[in-house]
T-cell receptor
Framework: AQRVTQPEKLLSVFKGAPVELKCNYSYSGSPELFWYVQYSRQRLQLLLRHISRESIKGFTADLNKGETSFHLKKPFAQEEDSAMYYCALRSGNQFYFGTGTSLTVIP | NAGVTQTPKFQVLKTGQSMTLQCAQD?????MYWYRQDPGMGLRLIYY???????DKGEVPNGYNVSRLNKREFSLRLESAAPSQTSVYFCASSEAMGTGGTETQYFGPGTRLLVL
């Protein structure tokens, strides 16, 4: 079975502090992983995907196959980063989302 | 471009009633999806359509049917609504599936459904 786990429902950090949102997955193959974000009163949107190895809005995520993790990191959190973050895995034609982590950046 | 649009935004049904949730996209995307979002459950895929003329079951298809009316539109039907179907429903589309990058999904604003 393909599953995505986000262990933290809520996460609060101070502005300027580093932030890490955890994502672990179980998958019996080569995973394709994504991070989606939903800002207040906005639609769910793609933040980044592991195959692109990109940095978006200062966020990066590294796929660790040994630990089956795809944690999202940012060295210095900003107030505008406050949002709901979802980790997702694509398996064939199906997508599996985690339960989400609500990030609050405290001024 | 409006992107992905959904109607209605909010609906209240009584148990046993039927209704259809509408979704349309104007990005000429091939693939479309229906998800439901429940507290503590994240988003779960109900049905998807990889291309016009095809539909397939997702993770939680029971109690739902879908129709890919044309390339733009993908509807979700509840034939006999149950309280367990109270949820927020999201439609999404992507250019294509499994093409190494073009599967980025674009989401609609959601439909809140309450079944009494």
């Amino acid at each position: 079975a393909q599953r995505v786990t986000q262990p933290e429902k809520l996460l609060s950090v101070f502005k300027g502090a580093p932030v890490e949102l955890k994502c672990n997955y179980s998958y019996s193959g080569s995973p394709e992983l994504f991070w989606y974000v939903q800002y207040s009163r906005q639609r769910l949107q793609l933040l980044l995907r592991h195959i692109s190895r990109e940095s978006i809005k200062g966020f990066t995520a590294d796929l660790n196959k040994g630990e089956t993790s795809f944690h999202l990191k940012k060295p210095f959190a900003q107030e505008e980063d406050s949002a709901m973050y979802y980790c997702a895995l694509r398996s064939g034609n199906q997508f599996y989302f985690g339960t989400g982590t609500s990030l609050t950046v405290i001024p | 471009n409006a992107g992905v649009t959904q109607t209605p935004k909010f609906q209240v049904l009584k148990t046993g009633q039927s209704m259809t949730l509408q979704c349309a996209q104007d990005m000429n995307h091939n693939s479309m999806y229906w998800y439901r979002q429940d507290p503590g459950m994240g988003l779960r895929l109900i049905y998807y359509s990889a291309s016009e003329g095809t539909t397939d079951k997702g993770e939680v298809p029971n109690g739902y049917n879908v129709s890919r009316l044309n390339k733009r539109e993908f509807s979700l039907r509840l034939e006999s609504a149950a309280p367990s179907q109270t949820s927020v429903y999201f439609c999404a589309s992507s250019e294509a599936m499994g093409t190494g990058g073009t599967e980025t999904q674009y989401f609609g604003p959601g439909t809140r459904l309450l079944v009494l």
